[in-house]
């Protein structure tokens, strides 16, 4: 066990490093043994927003614009409202960067195994949300809205983040959390 600790830590103290200036975690709890309220980080949260009302922003144009947004529109929809619950735990990477470690925060290893255990499903989603963006940008490049030529790059690279690092993260959080915990 002390083993996969000394392997985890090196990924997980970069992992904190990058995500501590995210925002803060869920509010402090006056006792540890109760769950915490986890929380998607408030900058992740403001852009995720931000994409949410940009792509329903484009399913309201005319056009091929909109058609390729409409395509695409429940799918869309329904990751953003996931993603609330699967970077959840990336909130208490504050806390877990100053050492901080309380019973309460088990609830972020049941998240984590959630969205482990839902990755494939995930990924597939992906892929259609960037075969149905790649539709979106050309049809924005065929009407000239530039504007949505480079919302529909963003959004791939987002989702290209989400699968190289928050995703990742996310299972990190959890594992650690896990294995001190379970060390205590």
């Keep these: 066990m002390s083993r996969n600790i000394v392997l985890v830590l090196p990924f997980v103290?970069?992992?904190l490093?990058?995500?501590t200036a995210w925002g803060p975690a869920a509010p402090p709890n006056s006792d540890p043994d109760q769950p915490l309220e986890l929380q998607m980080p408030d900058s992740l949260r403001a852009r995720h927003e931000a994409f949410h009302a940009e792509f329903v922003q484009a399913t309201q144009e005319d056009g091929k614009v909109g058609d390729a947004a409409r395509m695409i529109e429940t799918l869309g929809t329904t990751h953003f409202a996931k993603a609330k619950d699967a970077f959840a735990p990336l909130g208490l990477l504050p806390q877990l960067a100053e050492h901080k470690l309380t019973p309460a925060m088990r609830d972020a290893i049941q998240k984590a195994e959630k969205l482990r255990a839902g990755l494939p499903k995930t990924h597939g989603e992906h892929r259609q949300l960037l075969a149905g963006l790649n539709r979106l940008a050309e049809a924005a490049q065929e009407e000239g809205k530039m504007g949505y030529v480079r919302f529909a790059e963003r959004l791939t690279l987002h989702i290209q983040e989400e699968?190289?690092?928050?995703y990742p993260a996310v299972l990190v959080v959890g594992d650690y959390v896990k294995l001190r915990l379970n060390n205590q």
């Excluded at 699968?163 to 928050?166: A, D, H, P, T």
């Design 17 to 19: 490093f990058v995500f």
């Design 163 to 166: 699968e190289e690092l928050l």
């Design 13 to 15: 103290a970069a992992v």
